[in-house]
Nanobody
Framework: QVQLVESGGGLVQAGGSLRLSCAAS????????MGWYRQAPGKQREAVAT???????SYADSVKGRFTISGDNTNNSVFLQMSSLKTEDTAVYYC???????????????WGQGTQVTVSS
């Protein structure tokens, strides 16, 4: 019903920058919020940043001041600008969206397949 496609991951040296993009498509009536999670090897998936359709943002403490989330409501897209990257930011980054597929449906979360971000020392 709803597909999320991420792009922009890759390999970067510590201190460098990367920009992740995610586009949602399919049976979308309205998106409440979009965001990014990450999962490092051997660790649980954790929230990185979220943005509501109204533009309210939230960040994990570990990325505050280094990462910036932004959204494009017209194109159902979300972006994550990552700067001053650290080796501990290495993880698979997943895009998520809380979506209404119709006015009579309850919203649910959808996930992308993930994009690898590797930060080398």
């Amino acid at each position: 019903q709803v597909q999320l496609v991420e792009s922009g991951g890759g390999l970067v040296q510590a201190g460098g920058s990367l920009r992740l993009s995610c586009a949602a498509s399919g049976s979308i009536f309205r998106i409440n919020a979009m965001g990014w999670y990450r999962q490092a090897p051997g660790k649980q998936r954790e929230a990185v940043a979220t943005i509501t359709s109204g533009g309210r943002t939230s960040y994990a403490d570990s990325v505050k001041g280094r990462f910036t989330i932004s959204g494009d409501n017209t194109n159902n897209s979300v972006f994550l600008q990552m700067s001053s990257l650290k080796t501990e930011d290495t993880a698979v980054y997943y895009c998520t969206a809380n979506v209404y597929v119709g006015s009579h449906f309850s919203p649910r979360d959808y996930w992308g397949q993930g994009t690898q971000v590797t930060v080398s020392s």
